[in-house]
């Protein structure tokens, strides 16, 4: 069992460069959900879907965009990265009801320079 | 927006011992969701423990337990016999249960040292 996994791992990019952080889950799982980690800081949630063709932005959403074409795949995409989107990045994922546990991806950690 | 506190940047534990983790949060609402998830150095978030607002007893999963304190807005880790493998950052994270609620709110984290 997979779980969520994320690809790549990490990732180094230039200012003004795009690039796609891919992440899937083999769970069937409705809600999915892209969060960032700053150092000091806890995870801050980026954008979210409850489901295939549904997506809601979260507390950080700008420079960010996602979409949801398949109820396994919730890839976050970077127009055009700037230094300010050097962070860890998760996605995670669980069943609609909130009373579910959240299951998270091992991270990507990317490096705008 | 919730708020979720954790005031201690780090402890530090030695091995086979107890040490508690504290964490206070900010909410108006009466039902929601606590929990503490784990982040060893691997960088994978891995959930600890789970606590229901509406459930009066407290939370164990075998060496974790919580100190849940509803109306002091305090829901503090419990960590005993404490192993090497138990270091890690540890994260306090908050969710409503409303419908239609999907932000996990979290803490700023303690790292946790255990000292053989």
């Known amino acids: 069992n997979a779980g969520v996994t994320q690809t790549p791992k990490f990732q180094v990019l230039k200012t003004g460069q795009s690039m796609t952080l891919q992440c899937a889950q083999d769970m069937n799982h409705e809600y999915m959900s892209w969060y960032r980690q700053d150092p000091g800081m806890g995870l801050r949630l980026i954008h979210y879907s409850v489901g295939a063709g549904i997506t809601d932005q979260g507390e950080v959403p700008n420079g960010y965009n996602v979409s949801r074409s398949t109820t396994e795949d919730f890839p976050l995409r970077l127009l055009s990265a700037a230094p300010s989107q050097t962070s860890v990045y998760f996605c995670?994922?669980?069943?609609?009801?909130?009373?579910?546990?959240?299951?998270f991806g091992a991270g990507t950690r990317l490096s705008v320079l | 927006a919730q708020t979720v506190t954790q005031s201690q940047p780090e402890m530090s534990v030695q091995e086979a011992e107890t040490v508690t983790l504290s964490c206070t949060y900010d909410t108006s609402e009466s039902d929601y969701y606590l929990f503490w998830y784990k982040q060893p150095p691997s960088r994978q978030m891995i959930l600890v423990i789970r606590?229901?607002?509406?459930?009066?007893q407290n939370a164990t999963e075998n060496r974790f337990s919580v100190n849940f304190q509803k109306a002091a807005k305090s829901f503090s880790l419990k960590i005993s016999d404490s192993q090497l493998g138990d270091a890690a950052m540890y994260f306090c994270?908050?969710?409503?249960?409303?419908?239609?609620?999907?932000?996990?709110?979290f803490g700023t984290g303690t790292r946790l040292t255990v000292i053989p």
């Open positions: 994270a908050y969710r409503s249960a409303k419908t239609g609620a999907n932000n996990l709110f």
């Open positions: 606590q229901e607002a509406y459930k009066q």
């Open positions: 995670a994922s669980r069943l609609r009801d909130s009373r579910h546990i959240q299951y």
